[in-house]
């Protein structure tokens, strides 16, 4: 089997469906942040103190590859390829809720790097909120339709605020903010 096809060495590649896109193009750069994230989160998967984390991190990750197959669908498919529901958004604020009951959530912006593990999770979050924003183009500009990966997201980042302080929380360290 060979690992590669020599069909976008033109610059173009295909979708979900009959089209072809070039690389360049805004979906295609929203499946790459997503795609970028969820390397990230293999990161944050890898180095966490935290079973729980691990376990969560890995949901997250298969839910990422459900937003991109949604993302790469083209417009006569996109009706069979929506896959991130309300149900899915509801699931993170619960783990929002679950994990920020744990913490002490800090009055200032904290900054990130107290542990290594708390700044992986730190960095994640900052490339999800990239794909919330470049998912946010595609949806204004009209090429996506399911307002729930815009939310999906959104709560994405939040969760991912709330793992970086329970991170740093079980490795015994406290957050450091802009303010001492």
């Known amino acids: 089997m060979d690992f590669f096809t020599g069909s976008g060495d ?5 979708l979900l469906g009959k089209e072809r896109i070039s690389k360049a193009s805004l979906r295609i750069e929203v499946i790459g942040c997503l795609d ?13 103190q935290s079973n729980e984390i691990q376990k969560l991190v890995l949901e997250i990750q ?3 590859y459900q937003v991109m197959t949604e993302v790469a ?7 069979k ?16 809720h679950q994990f920020s009951g744990k913490v002490e959530i800090p009055k200032e912006f904290i900054v ?4 290594k593990s708390g700044a992986f999770i730190s960095f994640a979050r900052t490339l999800i909120r990239k794909s919330e924003r470049k998912m946010t183009e595609l949806f204004e500009n009209d090429e996506i339709k399911n307002i729930q990966l815009l939310r999906f ?8 605020f709330v793992l970086e302080l329970y991170e740093n929380q079980i490795s015994g360290i406290e957050n450091q903010t802009l303010v001492k």
């Open 36 to 48: 970028e994230t969820n390397a990230a989160l293999g990161i944050v998967r890898s180095n966490t």
């Open 153 to 160: 997201l959104n709560r994405l980042s939040s969760l991912f």
């Open 81 to 96: 390829f929506v896959l991130i529901k309300d149900d899915h958004v509801l699931h993170i604020e619960q783990m929002i």
């Open 62 to 64: 298969r839910l990422l």
């Open 10 to 14: 033109a610059g173009d590649t295909g």
């Open 73 to 79: 669908a083209t417009e006569e498919n996109a009706k």
């Open 112 to 115: 990130p790097g107290d542990t």
